[in-house]
């Protein structure tokens, strides 16, 4: 690794490229900054580096992406992606071995470096599910070691899945020894709020293949600690399939936002006479005997965590000798200032490329049901005394930005922006500002005018092409998808699923429940052509609703290509209404979680309901009187000049910001 890592500098310098770290936290930071890896590919005066620099779904994925465009990757987290993968069922431990180093040295304090020797590898490791955070408390305990020979039962695995849920897993061994037999578990579990808990016995042979026998207990778990018994029958199988042993596995799937205690006190099984205990009781103390001790060993935690993180971060800067330092937000969920400063320590300047458009009321309305964010008397006073802005009224009471022992641990390690609750509040250099509705935006949000310098967005090249040649894409889509070439296109953009984040105000009980209405009330919709892009995040059987009624799905399309093609655009409180603005194109927004954001509030063409029927009545009024459409698209050309710079110069103002911010060499 260390020689590939040799290599690769002594390259750059060879070449005399000034190379960029393009840092990426989830998979819609990866969509725009490969638009920024592909320009400064084509222009050949920069290298750029791709940082992951936390866990998300779909990460390998987006690391083979970055590999196939001859991109190096970096990754760096506060959680290991992978630890004691000998001991972990599945692809992990299959590739485990394979990868660079093992997986016991990827987290904080230590570079993953991806290469394309290991890029197949590391891309089949995620297989849908990516290793979570555990939330404060949320760390398992296991107790009750026994013998030796038991002791590899013992390990808990915390993974979270792309729709939000996360679980709990153990491998109990080949399904032969216990075919046959009733396996009982004993859990003793708790939640900080009412949590549906899904306890699950899988019988599967790896290999990314699915379940052969799968039986499910639901539990309701309370804020107490609760004591459960599941009793499982272990039916005989095959015992072997494609050459590989079919293994048991104990899993215990809970929603991603609530935070999940257990102690594991015995799994005993049971073959007709007598039973065998594989893990025995422990009567040592509990951790809501000592509800102090958790919160100072999580600030301890991120403490150690944050060091560790410019330690790596700082060794990441040597090793590729970088210039500049790319980021899609400055956010404090993400420690963003850490990097920032280390940057500064060695004279390598931030730049921040915003992706979306965010308020205060924006985490506000996502984490207002989150305990953790809501401190108290006590916790504000704490928060108070550290100094910082990390509280925000909101709902008729104080919320924090993150949980206590974050925010404190950020403080200390000056990390912290000035004002957590304001995107790009910290301590980048630049704001590469969109256009001058968003510049306005900066300015209302306090932002420093000195910071802020409109360059455009790379997007907005993308859609001044798509205007230029709108009569050829329509032609394009109406082969590809079969759309009529003689009628106007609505082009719809379903939300993701947000009722894991904010979504109790939802009149949909499920995020299923909401699509299949939003297909419903498309297709009634007459006289139009219609076309679905799927947001980044969205899983392919979520679409399924649209394709049995007949509406066509762009999987795989950039919207940013789709959008200026569309006669009505159809959204919920997404940043891509403003690429609809800038082309003059009227927008529906349908805010269907109940968001209340105002950020397209000023603009005639932008039409927000809340609520279905509302949102039935226009979408039928929209497309059913032509003469309302064609007014609501003079009003939005008069604003369109303010929300895009769609003069097809962005790439060249932003690579003349980045070659004034790396004039200078770095200081050694």
């Not at 230029?468 to 296109?489: Q, T, V």
């Not at 509302?614 to 609501?632: H, I, K, N, V, Y």
Request: with cysteine; net charge positive.
């Amino acid at each position: 690794m260390r020689e590939s890592q040799n290599k690769f500098k002594k390259s750059t310098n060879a070449n005399r490229k000034k190379s960029v770290i393009l840092n990426v936290y989830e998979q819609t930071h990866f969509r725009e900054m490969s638009r920024v890896v592909k320009l400064l590919l084509d222009d050949g005066t920069f290298t750029p580096v791709v940082h992951f620099g936390c866990p998300y779904p779909f990460l390998f994925q987006d690391m083979q992406s970055a590999l196939e465009m001859g991109v190096v990757s970096f990754y760096t987290s506060g959680t290991a992606v992978a630890s004691d993968g000998a001991q972990t069922a599945g692809p992990l431990a299959r590739h485990a071995a394979a990868c660079p180093g093992g997986f016991d040295g990827v987290h904080a304090g230590s570079v993953h470096e991806v290469d394309a020797e290991h890029s197949a590898p590391c891309a089949d490791l995620a297989n849908g599910w990516q290793i979570g955070t555990p939330g404060p408390g949320g760390a398992v305990r296991v107790s009750g070691e026994t013998d030796s020979d038991e002791t590899h039962f013992l390990r808990w695995r915390q993974l979270r899945a792309a729709t939000g849920e996360s679980r709990l897993q153990k491998r109990l061994g080949d399904v032969d020894r216990f075919a046959g037999s009733r396996l009982r578990l004993r859990l003793r579990a708790r939640a900080d709020r009412p949590l549906a808990v899904r306890i699950c016995l899988q019988q599967y042979y790896g290999d990314g293949l699915p379940p052969v026998h799968t039986q499910d207990r639901y539990v309701l778990l309370s804020p107490d600690w609760t004591s459960l018994t599941a009793d499982f029958d272990v039916p005989p199988v095959s015992r072997r399939r494609l050459g590989k042993n079919a293994n048991l596995m104990l899993r215990v799937h809970f929603p991603g936002w609530g935070v999940f205690q257990a102690d594991l006190l015995a799994v005993t099984f049971d073959k007709g006479s007598g039973g065998r205990t594989l893990l025995a009781p422990d009567a040592g103390p509990q951790a809501s005997d000592r509800p102090w001790v958790l919160p100072w060993r999580r600030f301890a935690g991120e403490i150690f965590r944050l060091w560790r993180l410019k330690r790596a971060v700082a060794a990441m800067l040597r090793k590729t000798d970088a210039r500049a330092l790319l980021f899609p937000e400055d956010n404090p969920s993400y420690a963003t200032g850490i990097p920032i400063r280390v940057g500064h320590a060695h004279g390598v300047p931030s730049i921040v490329l915003p992706y979306t458009i965010a308020t205060a009321l924006e985490p506000a309305s996502v984490l207002e049901r989150d305990p953790r964010h809501r401190p108290g008397p006590v916790g504000c006073s704490l928060l108070r005394l550290c100094g910082g802005q990390w509280l925000y009224e909101h709902g008729g009471s104080m919320m924090s930005r993150l949980p206590i022992p974050e925010a404190l641990a950020l403080q200390w390690t000056g990390g912290a922006p000035d004002r957590p609750w304001i995107a790009h509040s910290g301590d980048a250099d630049v704001i590469a500002v969109e256009n001058a509705a968003m510049a306005d935006h900066y300015r209302r949000e306090g932002l420093s005018g000195a910071r802020l310098v409109e360059v455009g967005a790379l997007y907005d090249d993308v859609l001044a092409q798509g205007m230029r040649n709108r009569e050829k894409g329509r032609a394009l889509l109406a082969r590809s998808f079969g759309l009529p070439a003689d009628r106007p296109l609505l082009l719809c953009a379903p939300p993701p699923d947000g009722h894991h984040r904010g979504g109790h105000r939802c009149e949909f009980a499920t995020f299923d429940d909401l699509i299949e209405y939003w297909a419903e009330r498309l297709a009634q919709v007459k006289d139009f052509g219609i076309l679905v892009c799927p947001h980044p995040t969205a899983i392919d059987r979520h679409f399924v609703p649209f394709r049995e009624r007949g509406i066509a799905v762009a999987t795989g399309w950039d919207t940013a290509r789709l959008v200026p093609l569309c006669d009505l655009y159809v959204a919920s409180v997404s940043a891509t209404i403003r690429w609809a603005i800038a082309c003059g194109h009227p927008v529906l927004n349908y805010d269907v979680y109940r968001y209340g954001y105002t950020d397209f509030a000023g603009v005639p063409g932008v039409i927000r309901v809340e609520g279905r029927d509302a949102f039935a009545g226009q979408m039928r009024r929209m497309t059913s009187d032509p003469a309302c459409l064609a007014e609501l698209a003079r009003l939005q050309r008069q604003e369109s000049r303010r929300w895009g710079r769609l003069d097809g110069q962005a790439q060249t103002r932003l690579l003349a910001l980045l070659n004034r911010m790396t004039v200078h060499d770095r200081p050694d």
